[in-house]
């Protein structure tokens, strides 16, 4: 008997290495006649193309027929009525299948949101609650044509799903069943070709590089979590004012931003080293850790996990640097992963390596913070709803239904048009101005570069 297609997916790649990190199986209908025009997605979701009792409708009625140089064979079941069956890859120049979009307006964020296949109680609250913000591209809503010129850039969101178990091979088979029906219902998964770890190492380069492959006109990648609440009217608004504040050339702006940590790091061993909140905290413990000694880089500022943000031309630059590949490779060919801990200590340590007069952005904890309720210490990163924030981090047993539902309401309440509109500024807005403040500079070689 042969194998749901969606099986023989995941077996592939995880063979074959599919497509690098993009496994959207959307093909257009025929060849793109301009560089960078986005095909309308079919009516079909992926997951409908991948199960053989779920392919009809897969173009447009009427429509050119598909190419057929490129394809797999889907699984029909024998008493089906007989369709089309063949399952195209998508040309790579277009959406990823999740997100269907005009080419006259691309989206401006693309919004990649980690999640294990398990948590499908995490996707449902999303689902729910932000994926329903006015400027979001997410599954079937993603045709909805809502007033975009009232609502700020747009942002297309989609779950980050790696293809492999953390031992490097495939999702059991009630796995893959599962993941194939929610994809059929939602249509917002995206597969990539990493590995299922926590943090999501793997899967956090493979987003970047499918964000410079399948959006190579949108001006920002960002990674979050699925513990997490993000405004996305505010954060497209304010990523957009942010980007037209730039004096460089569009290929030249080179942004990293987040809520900032610092830390060093051990490429060679995989490990965190001289942890801290600022630069001398974080100076101090890697003096006392002996990080340079034992091949330590740093001290440097990352941004934390919750919200870490690229914009396209650094996002490219990271997806072709050979250091970068070298690294995933080698994190790769460990078994069990060794790159268990620092996802976005790592990120962070490859934007302290690069050439760019640059530095991670702060945006501040009054922005990007934890959720608390009661709030009896409001100094530290456990923090209300305020007219500040942007991104929420729900954490750990507070993550459920009825905190999502309150925390979207609370936006509403708290902060209305007017506000979501607002410019925030930045706590760490460059890398000149961090570097004059106090003894940084004697701290962070990165300061060599502004003085």
């Known amino acids: 008997m042969r194998q749901p297609m969606w099986h023989l997916l995941l077996c592939f790649a995880a063979a074959c290495g599919l497509l690098g990190a993009h496994h959207a199986l959307h093909a257009p209908a025929e060849a793109p006649a301009t560089k960078g025009h986005h095909w309308p997605t079919p009516k079909s979701s992926l997951a409908g193309q991948l199960r053989g009792d779920a392919t009809r409708d897969t173009f447009p009625a009427g429509g050119p027929s598909p190419p057929s140089n490129i394809f797999f064979e889907a699984s029909v079941p024998a008493d089906a009525p007989r369709r089309n069956t063949r399952v195209h890859l998508q040309d790579m120049r277009a959406a990823p299948s999740s997100v269907s979009m005009d080419s006259a307006t691309p989206p401006a964020v693309v919004l990649g949101i980690a999640t294990a296949p398990k948590n499908t109680g995490h996707r449902s609250w999303i689902r729910q609650t932000w994926l329903t913000l006015p400027n979001v591209l997410a599954g079937s809503k993603s045709g909805s044509g809502h007033n975009r010129s009232a609502v700020g850039p747009l942002v297309a969101a989609f779950f980050l799903v790696g293809v492999l178990t953390p031992a490097a091979t495939a999702h059991e088979p009630s796995v893959v069943d599962a993941l194939a029906n ?3 219902k939602h249509g917002d998964i995206e597969l990539l070709n990493a590995r299922e770890t926590k943090p999501p190492g793997e899967k956090m380069v493979a987003f970047f590089r499918l964000c410079v492959v399948g959006f190579s006109h949108a001006t920002w990648c960002v990674k979050t979590d699925d513990d997490t609440y993000v405004q996305t009217v505010r954060l497209a608004i304010n990523l957009n004012i942010l980007w037209e504040e730039q ?3 569009a290929s030249h702006r080179m942004i990293y931003l987040g809520a900032t940590l610092w830390a060093s790091y051990r490429p060679q061993s995989f ?9 001398m905290m974080a100076a101090s413990a890697s003096k006392n850790e002996r990080c340079a000694d034992r091949g330590g880089v740093g001290p440097f500022p990352y941004a934390a996990g ?3 943000v690229l914009s396209m031309p650094l996002a490219q630059w990271l997806a072709r640097e050979e250091n970068v590949a070298r690294f995933v490779q080698r994190a790769h060919a460990t078994n069990p992963p060794a790159w268990s801990l620092g996802e976005d200590t790592v990120l962070g340590m490859w934007v302290h390596e690069s050439p760019f007069k640059i530095t991670a952005l702060h945006w501040g904890w009054d922005k990007i913070h934890d959720l608390c309720f009661k709030c009896f210490d409001k100094t530290q990163l456990w923090k209300p709803i305020s007219t500040s924030s942007v991104v929420v981090h729900i954490k750990g047993h507070q993550a459920n239904l009825h905190n999502f539902v309150n925390v979207h309401r ?3 309440r708290i902060c209305g048009a007017q506000c ?3 410019k925030l500024s930045f706590d760490v807005p460059s890398l000149a ?6 003894q940084i500079s004697t701290v962070y070689s990165k300061c060599r570069m502004v003085r």
């Not at 101005?433 to 106090?438: E, F, Q, S, Y």
């Open 182 to 184: 929610e994809q059929a």
């Open 247 to 249: 004096r460089e050339p």
């Open 271 to 279: 490990q965190v080293c001289g942890h801290g909140m600022g630069p």
């Open 306 to 308: 919750t919200l870490e």
């Open 410 to 412: 609370n936006f509403s």
């Open 420 to 422: 979501q509109q607002a």
């Open 433 to 438: 101005d961090l570097c004059r403040r106090g």
